[in-house]
């Protein structure tokens, strides 16, 4: 406690010092500097009372300052071997179906084989139910999703992260100050927090908050939203965030194709992390959260309509993927980049990026286009939202990104297919899982997109150099990638 005391008055002190001089030397001709600098000179008390006031305001900046905001750590929730959900898995589920027609089997055929997904995503539970033992029906009764297998979906996905989480990071429960947990499509009551407070027996005072309906941006929202309640805090805290999906009642059965994509590419996933903005755990903090944005992009009609929840026809309720998705995302992306380049690019970047934008203002008629600003100048590692093949596609050509910058998402799109707000900590874990690649001061851009339309970035500074954790979700699998061919 002495020793930030007394570097306060030497801060203090020197700050007097120059603001002194500052005055006696560049505002020295003035009347109103002539009197100040006279009564700081030459009468005692002046002085001290301007030195007081200079330590309270001091003092009042260290003690009100937002504080920095760090992840302490994070897991990934790795389901059990007999969830994976094949190709040759999928297919028998959906031919079994007594509610699809051929058609609309044969087009989720098609959207599967072109998605990028491998055969070793996982599917949610209700897919892997027996169908009372009777393997010769070929009429799938009870293989239907149901609120019970919707509320076992997400309790393995959140406990397992949490239990993982925890016993990793030596933190107690009853430390936990707040819980924010995020699931999209998923909103019981009790609420999901709610369990989490009973099943870790939580203190009575800890805040919590339940997010639903903001799609696959969830995730990098939950952080934005923890990271603001910590700064704004006037004590330290801790943070539990869980990122989960529950897909179980969101599963189309009907013939509407916009909808029938989502049983294609999303699978299971959920992923958990502790943000803290206590300096004492600054040393063990893996990374510090430097700078967030969130833009909403609802006031247009296309962009609020690209993915949204609706009956079709028929009063099948499902998440309908419209052919302006793509589209919309990439508008979106270029008006959020426009307010992200200037807060992360070097100045370099953009002098040039303003340089173009002037000339192609000037000389409409030419064939001169505004540059696209070089993102990897700013960051190291990128974590950009796997929702499919042909969003990653479109990140890359509007960024103008190379087929390394994007090897994380394309790879985390074939190893786990779009688990949808937990995303973008699978491909912060791919990063990990190759020794040596993340070093210490390295910067990372997490990028997602979701419903309404929004979209959110992160942006993370290393505290150390990555290691890979055994609780790592691509530990047995990382020696079979980047695939070669995707």
């Keep these: 406690m002495v020793l930030p005391i007394i570097h306060t008055l030497q801060i203090s002190f020197l700050s007097l010092l120059f603001f002194t001089f500052l005055l006696h030397t560049t505002i020295s001709y003035t009347p109103l500097a002539k009197i100040l600098f006279f009564l700081l000179t030459t009468h005692l008390h002046f002085f001290q009372l301007f030195s007081l006031c200079t330590l ?19 897991t990934c929730y790795k ?14 589920y959906v031919l079994k179906n007594v509610h699809l027609v051929e058609k609309s089997i044969d087009f989720m055929r098609n959207i599967y084989l072109k998605s990028g997904l491998g055969d070793e995503t996982y599917g949610p539970p209700f897919i892997f139910e027996d169908d009372d033992g009777d393997n010769n029906n070929n009429n799938n009764t009870n293989n239907v999703p149901t609120l019970k297998s919707a509320n076992q979906e997400a ?46 027996n939580l203190r009575s005072d800890v805040k919590t908050y339940n997010l639903s309906g903001m799609g696959c941006s969830s995730g990098v929202l939950s952080i934005d939203f923890a990271a603001r309640v910590l700064r704004g805090s006037q004590k330290v805290q801790n943070a539990l965030v869980v990122i989960t999906e529950s897909i179980t009642l969101n599963w189309y059965h009907g013939e509407n194709r ?13 992923a958990a992390a502790i943000m803290s903005n206590n300096p004492k755990l600054f040393k063990r903090a893996k990374m510090e959260l430097v700078h967030s944005l969130r833009t909403h992009h609802g006031d247009d009609d ?23 998705l793509v589209r919309v995302a990439g508008v979106n992306l270029r008006q959020h980049i426009k307010i992200l380049a200037p807060r992360v690019l070097p100045l370099t970047q953009i002098t040039n990026y303003i340089y173009s934008m002037i000339i192609s203002t000037i000389l409409p008629q030419s064939k001169f286009k505004p540059m696209v600003p070089d993102f990897t100048t700013a960051f190291e590692h990128m974590c950009i939202h796997t929702g499919g093949k042909a969003v990653i596609e479109q990140v890359s050509r509007v960024l103008k990104l190379s087929d390394e910058v994007t090897e994380a998402a394309k790879m985390t799109l074939n190893r786990f297919g779009n688990t949808s707000s937990s995303l973008v900590f699978y491909e912060l874990a791919y990063f990990e899982a190759q020794k040596g690649k993340v070093k210490k001061g390295d910067k990372m851009w997490m990028i997602a997109f979701g419903t309404g339309f929004k979209v959110g970035s992160l942006v993370w500074k290393w505290m150390q150099d990555s290691t890979q954790d055994c609780d790592n979700p691509w530990n047995d699998c990382i020696h079979n990638y980047p695939l070669k061919v995707w």
Aim: net charge neutral; glycine share 6%.
């Design 302 to 324: 296309s962009s609020y309509r690209a993915a949204i929840q609706e009956e079709d026809e028929k009063g099948n309720t499902g998440i309908s993927l419209t052919k302006d």
């Design 155 to 200: 309790r393995e996905g959140v406990f397992s992260s949490i239990d993982e989480l925890l016993g990793k990071t030596l933190i107690d429960p009853q430390s936990i100050d707040v819980v924010i947990v995020t699931c999209g499509g998923f909103s019981p009551s009790p609420s999901l927090s709610s369990l989490i407070v009973n099943r870790y």
């Design 79 to 92: 389901p059990p071997l007999h969830r994976k959900c094949s190709y040759k898995i999928s297919e028998s």
């Design 258 to 270: 916009s909808m029938l994509v989502t049983n294609c590419i999303f699978r299971v996933g959920c």
């Design 56 to 74: 309270i305001s001091f003092y009042y900046y260290y003690h009100t300052r937002p504080h920095r905001v760090f992840l302490l750590n994070y």
